[in-house]
C-alpha cells in the first residue's frame, strides 16, 4: 500500500506539472495570437482608410518605432507578400484616388533595407494616404522585389 500511496502521490505530481504546462501554453498561445492580430495593425489601418476590395495576407518581416514625446514620431512595418498578391496590391493603389504624390520618409531602418537589396519604391507617385490632412499621415511603398512593401505611419 505505501507503494501505491507513492505512486499516487507521484501520479498527482505529474498531472499537476500537466496542468501548470497547459496553463503556461494557453498563456503563450494567447499571447502569440494576440502579437500576430496586431502584427498587421498599420497595413489594416492602410487597408481600412483605402477601403481595398481585395483582402490580403501580408507577413511582417521588420517592424519599428521612432520615439518622440508624447507619442510616437513615426512608426514602420515591412511586409512580405506572395507576387500574385503584390500584383492586385500595386493595381489597388494604382488605381485608387485617395492615394496621393508621397515623398519618402526617412528611417535609417528602413533606407538601409532598401539599399542593402538593392530596392527601388515602385509607387512614389501614389504613396501617401491618409483620413486628413491634419491626422495621422500614411505611406505605403510598394518595392521593386515585387514582393515586399513598407508602410510607415507619421504622427505630425
Known sequence: TQHHIKGIKT???IVRQLIKMNRHFLIVLTFLFISCETNTKL???????AEFDDVYNPTLIQSGKERGFPESIAEYGLFRIDSLE?????HSILTNDKFKEGTFYFNIELNDYIYNNGLEILNMSKSLITENQFDKIYYLYLLSDRNTFIVCKVNY
Not at 503584390?86 to 500595386?90: G, M
Request: net charge negative; aromatic share 26%; no cysteine.
Open 11 to 13: 501520479l498527482f505530481f
Open 86 to 90: 503584390f500584383q492586385n496590391l500595386e
Open 43 to 49: 497595413f489594416d489601418d492602410v487597408s481600412e482608410i
